[in-house]
């Protein structure tokens, strides 16, 4: 059974950086779209990054272009995100997602979340002002 463990979260300062990993577990990350998701206090799960299975095609939220950068080492079964300049409406529970790589067809359908079939149990970001 696929697994996914996500980590890394924690209170960071605006302005500030943090990286969140994601491991994949009784699987292969090169099967898999991969994709970062969160979920600011009562709010919607949106969609934040998503990176294709070789790692060589990537997808961002406006919310996210320009700050946060997406990259899957499938060597190490693991997918991260890099996040800079970090703002207190970054705030969120972070997810990351996998779905099997013939079910997307193309980068438009990446923030689907009907698409990703594995989530992780979720890693908190704080951003203080």
């Known amino acids: 059974q696929v697994q996914l463990v996500d980590s890394g979260g924690g209170l960071a300062q605006t302005g500030g950086s943090l990286r969140l990993s994601c491991l994949v577990t009784?699987?292969?990350?090169?099967?898999?779209?991969m994709g970062w998701f969160r979920q600011p206090p009562g709010k919607e799960r949106e969609f934040v990054a998503g990176i294709n299975y070789n790692g060589t095609l990537t997808n961002y939220a406006d919310s996210a272009q320009g700050r946060f950068t997406i990259s899957k080492d499938n060597a190490l079964n693991s997918m991260f995100l890099q996040m800079t300049d970090l703002r207190p409406e970054d705030t969120a529970i972070y997810y990351c997602a996998a779905g099997f790589y013939l079910n997307f067809h193309g980068l438009s359908h990446y923030p689907n979340q009907q698409k990703y079939y594995y989530w992780g149990q979720g890693t908190q970001v704080t951003v203080s002002s």
């Open positions: 009784e699987g292969t990350a090169s099967n898999y779209v």
